[in-house]
């Protein structure tokens, strides 16, 4: 049976990005402290962080994200945009973006292919699936999502990357759950982030 597993880096008043996303400002204004670890796994006394980032990495068949996890804004597609990551994307995998608007398949570099999906969450964690083959497959984001699938009781795993930093307002990644069962299986802290892995019943 396939595992569905999400991580997302959260600030500590429950943000996943913070208000007034833009081509600038990816997780909103004052929100890029949020990812920055990511980019410092080389560092002194951050090879925690580098493990758990290729854990989190392996394995996965399949990816699934939001219309704003691809790009900024809504409504009809604006075809030049092919995502905030440069011709060759981190996926090297299927990826399937949930979208209102029906837009063709984009295929980058690397072996990461853009599938956009029109029908729903479970369409496209179906085609994900079946994509994967015996892969995982990986919500990648963004907030809007995540909650979606969590309410569905579609995730297995769900890894929160908990930065020290508060946000104030932007994008709370469990706003509006209730009933949420999740058991923590794992903790690693490092300097800048703590790790905290549940299982979701």
């Not at 691809?70 to 996926?91: A, R, S």
């Not at 999502?145 to 104030?168: F, K, M, S």
């Amino acid at each position: 049976m396939t595992s569905v597993t999400c991580r997302v880096s959260i600030s500590l008043d429950g943000y996943t990005s913070a208000p007034g996303q833009s081509l600038e400002n990816p997780f909103g204004e004052g929100g890029m402290g949020l990812p920055q670890w990511q980019f410092e796994t080389d560092q002194e006394g951050r090879s925690a962080d580098a493990e758990i980032l290729a854990q989190a990495g392996r394995g996965v068949g399949a990816y699934i994200m939001g219309r704003r996890m691809f790009g900024p804004g809504t409504g009809e597609w604006d075809e030049e945009w092919k995502g905030w990551w440069g011709p060759n994307p981190p996926y090297h995998a299927p990826v399937f973006v949930l979208s209102h608007h029906p837009r063709e398949p984009l295929t980058m570099e690397g072996g990461t292919t853009f599938t956009f999906v029109t029908d729903g969450i479970e369409s496209a964690l179906e085609q994900a699936k079946k994509a994967a083959g015996d892969g995982k497959v990986a919500i990648a984001g963004g907030a809007t999502a995540i909650r979606q699938y969590l309410a569905a009781g579609l995730i297995d795993e769900l890894l929160l990357h908990i930065v020290p930093i508060t946000l104030g307002a932007g994008e709370r990644l469990l706003e509006g759950a209730a009933g949420l069962a999740l058991d923590p299986v794992e903790v690693v802290a490092s300097p800048t982030v703590t790790h905290v892995r549940y299982r979701l019943s």
